[in-house]
């Protein structure tokens, strides 16, 4: 007599859905998660931007006597109170506004 041994050589449908109802749950738990930390970064990283626009400013208006009111252009900062053209990471555009006055970012919550 002979004995047939089968060996199980492919997973089952079964074993295939549950792998990916796992890869499903774990996906919807880490994506929003990701996105808000993103998020997070984009605005800590503009507010410095806009930090160091303001502190190019009053340099700016301390070196050239310019008092309050006087509003800087970007070839007068850049490259000597700025290294580059600050850019938002998240696609706001910068209204460096005159002295006494904050910048701004178009983005929501992107404020000083």
Not at 49 to 54: A, E, G, K, R
Not at 75 to 83: C, I, M, S, T
Request: hydrophobic share 45%.
């Amino acid at each position: 007599m002979r004995s047939e041994h089968r060996t199980k050589g492919a997973f089952t449908l079964v074993e295939i859905l549950i792998a990916i109802a796992i890869v499903g749950l774990l996906m919807a738990l880490a994506v929003p998660h990701f996105l808000r930390s993103r998020n997070t970064a984009q605005a800590k990283a503009c507010i410095s931007n806009l930090s160091q626009i303001d502190a190019a400013k009053q340099i700016w208006g301390l070196e050239n006597g310019k008092t309050a009111g006087d509003l800087p252009t970007e070839d007068e900062l850049v490259p000597r109170y700025l290294k580059a053209v600050p850019v938002c990471p998240a696609m706001g555009v910068y209204d460096y506004k005159p002295i006494g006055e904050k910048p701004t970012c178009t983005i929501a919550g992107h404020t000083l």
